[in-house]
């Protein structure tokens, strides 16, 4: 099996910046790419920023794009997500998500961490 462990989060001031990352480990485990994902109270996740491995290639959302970074380390299975220019509406729980090459990349994004929260004050 696969685990996921985030951190990184905490309390910032709106304008300022904070780097978040996220190591995915297992014995078998071939990533395929890894992402973000947020969730603020009474709102539905929802996708922040990917990265593939083979490739590198990135894909952002629009509310983040120019913003947000995110980039990995092939060795260790660790991504990254930087965040400037953090707005109050960026407050949220960050969840990291793995898809796993071979067959488990039919699974999408099947392995989950527990969340880092970041908090951006006015």
């Known amino acids: 099996q696969v685990q996921v462990v985030e951190s990184g989060g905490g309390l910032v001031q709106a304008g300022g910046s904070q780097r978040l990352s996220c190591t995915a480990s297992g014995r078998t485990l071939q990533v395929y790419a890894m992402a973000w994902f947020r969730q603020a109270p009474g709102k539905e996740r929802e996708f922040v920023a990917s990265i593939r491995w083979p490739g590198g290639s990135t894909v952002y959302a629009d509310s983040v794009k120019g913003r947000f970074t995110i980039s990995r380390s092939r060795a260790g299975n660790t991504v990254h997500l930087q965040l400037n220019g953090l707005r109050p509406e960026d407050t949220a729980t960050y969840y990291c998500?793995?898809?796993?090459?071979?067959?488990?990349?039919?699974?999408?994004?099947?392995?989950w961490g527990q969340g880092t929260q970041v908090t951006v004050s006015s």
């Open positions: 998500g793995v898809q796993r090459s071979g067959w488990g990349s039919s699974e999408g994004y099947k392995f």
